[in-house]
Antibody, heavy 120, light 113 residues
Framework: QVQMVQSGAEVKKPGASVKVSCKVAGYSLSELSMHWVRQAPGKGLEWVGGYDAEAGDTVYAQAFQGRVTIIEDTSADSLYMELRSLRSEDTAVYYC?????????????WGQGTLVTVSS | DIVMTQSPDSLTVSLGERATINCKSSQNVLYSSNNNNYLAWYQQKPGQPPKLLIYWASTRESGVPDRFSGSGSGTDFTLTISSLQAEDVAVYYCQQYYSSPITFGQGTRLEIK
C-alpha cells in the first residue's frame, strides 16, 4: 500500500518562503511521477508543478514560475516543494500527488495535505 | 493552456437516480498515436484529498464502484453515476493531463434531493 505523508501546517508572513515535504512509503519515489496541487479555502484544485514524463523534466505552472522549486530526493523517497515570496493568495492546502508512469499526469496517490497560511 | 469547463456547477439528484456531469476541454485531449484521452475524474469529500475515479476518460480505477462510469472523446466528456448513493455526495472534478500545464475543471457539487 503506497502512502504519502506530508509535513505539518505552516504559518508564514508575506514575503517569506515555505518548504513542504512529502515522504513516500511502500513504493520507490523513482517509480512515480510526482506533482504538487494546491487548493485555496473553499476553492478548486490548482496544479503547481511536477514531473513531465514527455519532457523528461520538472515543469511549473506559469503562475508560479520563478517562485517555486520542486525537488526529488530518491535516496530518501521524499519530495519537496519550496514556494518563495509568499503572499496572502498563497494561503491554501498543498497536496503532493502522483501515479505510475503509465498513467503519468493523473493522480492516484495523494498526501494528506499541508495547510500553508500566509498572514501578517 | 487547455481550459476545462464543467457543467453544471451544482447538481441535486434523488437517491437511486442517475447523476450526469459534463466536462468540456478547450482543446482536443485525445492523443492519436495511442488513442487515449488524457482525461481523469476525481471525487473530493470535505476535509479529504481528491480520489481518482476514472482515468483515460473511461478506465475505472481499481476499487471504484461500477456505478461510476466515464465516457467521451476529444473535447467532450461525461461522468455518470448510475444510481446515486448517499456516500456519493461530494465535489467532482475533471482534469486534463494531455499537456502542461495540467488543468482542472472548476468542480461540480453533487447533493441529494
Amino acid at each position: 500500500q503506497v502512502q504519502m505523508v506530508q509535513s505539518g501546517a505552516e504559518v508564514k508572513k508575506p514575503g517569506a518562503s515555505v518548504k513542504v515535504s512529502c515522504k513516500v512509503a511502500g513504493y520507490s519515489l523513482s517509480e512515480l511521477s510526482m506533482h504538487w496541487v494546491r487548493q485555496a479555502p473553499g476553492k478548486g484544485l490548482e496544479w503547481v508543478g511536477g514531473y513531465d514524463a514527455e519532457a523528461g523534466d520538472t515543469v511549473y505552472a506559469q503562475a508560479f514560475q520563478g517562485r517555486v522549486t520542486i525537488i526529488e530526493d530518491t535516496s530518501a523517497d521524499s519530495l519537496y516543494m519550496e514556494l518563495r515570496s509568499l503572499r496572502s493568495e498563497d494561503t491554501a492546502v498543498y497536496y503532493c500527488a502522483g501515479n505510475n508512469y503509465y498513467a503519468s499526469g493523473s493522480f492516484l496517490i495523494w498526501g494528506q495535505g499541508t495547510l500553508v497560511t500566509v498572514s501578517s | 493552456d487547455i481550459v476545462m469547463t464543467q457543467s453544471p456547477d451544482s447538481l441535486t439528484v434523488s437517491l437511486g437516480e442517475r447523476a450526469t456531469i459534463n466536462c468540456k476541454s478547450s482543446q482536443n485531449v485525445l492523443y492519436s498515436s495511442n488513442n487515449n484521452n488524457y482525461l481523469a475524474w476525481y471525487q473530493q469529500k470535505p476535509g479529504q484529498p481528491p480520489k481518482l475515479l476514472i482515468y483515460w476518460a473511461s478506465t475505472r480505477e481499481s476499487g471504484v464502484p461500477d456505478r461510476f462510469s466515464g465516457s467521451g472523446s476529444g473535447t467532450d466528456f461525461t461522468l455518470t453515476i448510475s444510481s446515486l448513493q448517499a456516500e456519493d455526495v461530494a465535489v467532482y472534478y475533471c482534469q486534463q493531463y494531455y499537456s502542461s500545464p495540467i488543468t482542472f475543471g472548476q468542480g461540480t457539487r453533487l447533493e441529494i434531493k
